[in-house]
């Protein structure tokens, strides 16, 4: 799924080590991370410049793991109206 496809109006991104928790509108989190970036890359993007290491598949250690905090998976499977 890409930054565009997000399905709610406001995207929550929050990360228990650190604390950060950050909450942007749909239009502004696209304009920070561009409209076809995917879901799990623009968690990267927004996450750059936090002082942790990020976990990647060569760094299993990392302490920053960002996450969306909202559960949106049932509001992109509903059909629209």
């Known amino acids: 799924m890409k930054a565009k496809d997000y399905p709610?109006?406001?995207?929550?991104?929050v990360c228990d080590h650190c604390g950060?928790?950050?909450?942007?509108?749909?239009?502004?989190?696209?304009?920070?991370?561009?409209?076809?970036?995917e879901l799990p890359q623009a968690l990267s993007?927004?996450?750059a410049d936090c002082s942790e290491d990020r976990v990647?598949?060569?760094?299993?250690?990392?302490?920053?793991r960002p996450y969306y905090a909202q559960n949106w998976?049932?509001?992109?499977?509903?059909?629209?109206?």
């Open 20 to 37: 950060r928790h950050g909450k942007y509108r749909k239009c502004r989190f696209i304009d920070l991370v561009g409209e076809n970036t």
């Open 56 to 64: 990647t598949p060569d760094n299993m250690r990392g302490r920053c």
């Open 8 to 13: 709610l109006p406001v995207v929550e991104i």
């Open 73 to 81: 998976w049932g509001a992109a499977s509903k059909e629209p109206s």
């Open 45 to 47: 993007i927004i996450a």
